[in-house]
């Protein structure tokens, strides 16, 4: 089983901070993704990584990849209260069964 | 922009029941997944569907579960006996063939076992 660690478990911050989550791993994947999930809906596909030392922008978020391709962060910059939510990073084993971290729940104070 | 569709959004059933629990995946999409995240817990992957097949499947999924795409555009699950400890979000996914990687979530199924 490949397991995806994510740090922290639980971060709440206020509007304006800048802040990073982890995703780690023993295993080499071939890609990860990062999604949000809101309370009681499906996870919300944000980025795929594929390339060790990637470095992925979607506005105010930065994605990167590791050299090693075991590891992934998300970076956010100036926090909104619109950020809120859980992230989870996942990523495929050979064939095409996703494993997902453990997840990070952001809170955002306005 | 398409997406992933599931009905119903919730499903109560008694335990011994079987369920059916549908997904519309997105249109030219060709590879068909279902997740289920137990409340509290780590969203996880229950079985791969290709060509008409099941590519892979966990343990979790046993002889309980089954999947079919009775239609050209309708994906399933069924749960032939649900027990209590079936009760749990249950998400569709698709992707396309050019990239396996990127999966799009549909916004689940709850289903609750009483």
């Given at each position: 089983t490949q397991l995806l660690e994510q740090s922290p478990q639980f971060l709440s911050i206020q509007e304006g901070e800048n802040l990073t989550v982890y995703c780690n791993s023993s295993s080499v994947f071939s890609s990860l993704q990062w999604y949000r999930q809101e309370p009681g809906e499906g996870p919300v596909l944000l980025v795929t990584v594929v390339t060790g030392g990637e470095v992925k922008k979607l506005k105010r978020l930065t994605f990167q990849f590791g050299d090693a391709r075991k590891d992934s962060s998300l970076h956010i910059t100036?926090?909104?209260?619109?950020?809120?939510g859980l992230y989870l990073c996942a990523g495929p084993n050979t064939g095409n069964q996703f494993y997902f971290g453990t997840g990070t729940s952001l809170t955002v104070i306005p | 922009e398409p997406e992933v569709t599931q009905t119903p959004s919730h499903q109560v059933t008694q335990m011994g029941q079987e369920v059916i629990l549908r997904c519309v995946p997105i249109?030219?999409?060709l590879y068909f997944y279902w997740y289920r995240q137990i409340l509290g817990q780590k969203v996880e992957f229950l079985v791969s569907f290709y060509n008409n097949e099941i590519s892979e499947k966990s343990e979790?999924?046993?002889?309980q579960f089954s999947v079919e795409r009775p239609d050209g555009s309708n994906f399933t699950l069924k749960i032939r006996s649900t027990k209590l400890e079936d009760s749990a979000m249950y998400f569709c996914a698709s992707s396309d063939l050019r990239s396996t990687d990127t999966q799009y979530f549909g916004p689940g199924t709850r289903l609750t076992v009483l």
């Amino acid at each position: 089983t490949q397991l995806l660690e994510q740090s922290p478990q639980f971060l709440s911050i206020q509007e304006g901070e800048n802040l990073t989550v982890y995703c780690n791993s023993s295993s080499v994947f071939s890609s990860l993704q990062w999604y949000r999930q809101e309370p009681g809906e499906g996870p919300v596909l944000l980025v795929t990584v594929v390339t060790g030392g990637e470095v992925k922008k979607l506005k105010r978020l930065t994605f990167q990849f590791g050299d090693a391709r075991k590891d992934s962060s998300l970076h956010i910059t100036a926090a909104q209260p619109g950020d809120t939510g859980l992230y989870l990073c996942a990523g495929p084993n050979t064939g095409n069964q996703f494993y997902f971290g453990t997840g990070t729940s952001l809170t955002v104070i306005p | 922009e398409p997406e992933v569709t599931q009905t119903p959004s919730h499903q109560v059933t008694q335990m011994g029941q079987e369920v059916i629990l549908r997904c519309v995946p997105i249109s030219n999409h060709l590879y068909f997944y279902w997740y289920r995240q137990i409340l509290g817990q780590k969203v996880e992957f229950l079985v791969s569907f290709y060509n008409n097949e099941i590519s892979e499947k966990s343990e979790i999924f046993d002889d309980q579960f089954s999947v079919e795409r009775p239609d050209g555009s309708n994906f399933t699950l069924k749960i032939r006996s649900t027990k209590l400890e079936d009760s749990a979000m249950y998400f569709c996914a698709s992707s396309d063939l050019r990239s396996t990687d990127t999966q799009y979530f549909g916004p689940g199924t709850r289903l609750t076992v009483l």
